[in-house]
């Protein structure tokens, strides 16, 4: 399995747009041992042809630019076989809209989420300009299926949805009530050699079910948006602990980096890194103790052979 890392920020990026934090300060002025980030999404592909995007970010213009693999091979095309979203959060699906270009779409969500972005949403109409412009499949937690392309190509990729701990988006809040297919991790499992990819890129607890998303995983992607629980109120940037945004947090006894130490996975990369994190940072302490036990920090760029 062919992976490769199109955005490694959480919602805003990296450097954020209205930010003046130590990071984002520091990586505008060139003093910080760090790289920008754009917001994430990962590529994978068993064939190296056909390639399925977890996540659909608001900078997926420039992240398909940025990788030739995904670029058209006709006068109309795209690589792109099909999309599959973790939640509805905007960072993760507002990137459907810029797909809008008249081409056709399949889109892989568990209903809550479908349903969050498409119903009730008058912007989704310009998917709608053409019957079959965009499919939605629903991925049904616990359900193991094969990912089939918009060209209903087999992928040699299957997925499974596992709901882990979230909560609804934002702009939803007050108007569904909260409900497990909210977020989901996903299993892939390439058939040709067995192996699989965990993707946890948004969690707040490490629950069974977590547990289960993970079990024998080659390579696990898992949430790192937040190193610590009070990490907005510390930099005067909120009022919002981690854990009310459904993220439970890297660092501390209660951190995921202690409660994943014994984790098998060959790869374990944390991804969906908020712009204050101090992981982001080459040269921090919190980045080297996670390196010592073996945890990586996605780029965008990155890229893994499975
Ligand atoms: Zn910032």
Not at 248 to 260: H, I, K, N
Request: charge should be negative; proline fraction near 7%.
């Amino acid at each position: 399995m062919l992976i490769r890392v199109l955005g490694s920020a959480a919602g805003g990026g990296f450097p954020q747009w209205n930010c003046g934090c130590p990071n984002c300060r520091g990586i505008r002025d060139g003093t910080l041992a760090a790289v920008a980030r754009t917001q994430e999404s990962v590529a994978i592909s068993a064939d190296g042809r056909g390639w399925f995007l977890l996540n659909t970010s608001p900078e997926i213009r420039a992240q398909i630019e940025g990788f030739p693999a995904l670029h058209p091979r006709d006068r109309r095309h795209s690589p792109i076989q099909a999309l599959l979203l973790t939640n509805g959060d905007l960072d993760h699906c507002l990137g459907l809209l810029s797909l809008r270009e008249s081409h056709p779409l399949l889109v892989y969500a568990t209903e809550r989420v479908r349903v969050g972005f498409a119903e009730k949403n008058v912007l989704h109409r310009t998917l709608e300009r053409f019957p079959g412009q965009v499919t939605w499949r629903t991925l049904k937690p616990g359900r193991r299926e094969e990912l089939l392309g918009v060209d209903g190509r087999e992928s040699g990729l299957v997925v499974e949805a596992l709901p882990v701990p979230g909560k609804p988006p934002v702009h939803l809040e007050g108007l569904m009530p909260p409900d497990p297919d909210d977020n989901v991790g996903l299993r892939i499992l390439e058939e040709r050699t067995g192996r699989v990819l965990a993707y946890v890129s948004g969690v707040g607890a490490v629950t069974e079910s977590v547990r289960q998303a993970l079990d024998g995983a080659d390579c696990v992607f898992f949430d790192g948006t937040f190193w610590s629980s009070d990490e907005l109120r510390t930099l005067g940037l909120g009022e919002k602990r981690a854990e009310d945004m459904a993220h439970l947090p890297v660092g501390g006894p209660a951190g995921s980096a202690r409660q994943l130490a014994t984790l098998g996975a060959a790869r374990k990369i944390y991804i969906h890194l908020n712009n204050t994190n101090p992981l982001l940072r080459e040269d921090s302490p919190e980045r080297a103790s996670v390196t010592t036990a073996g945890w990586e920090i996605a780029y965008d760029g990155m890229e893994i052979t499975l």
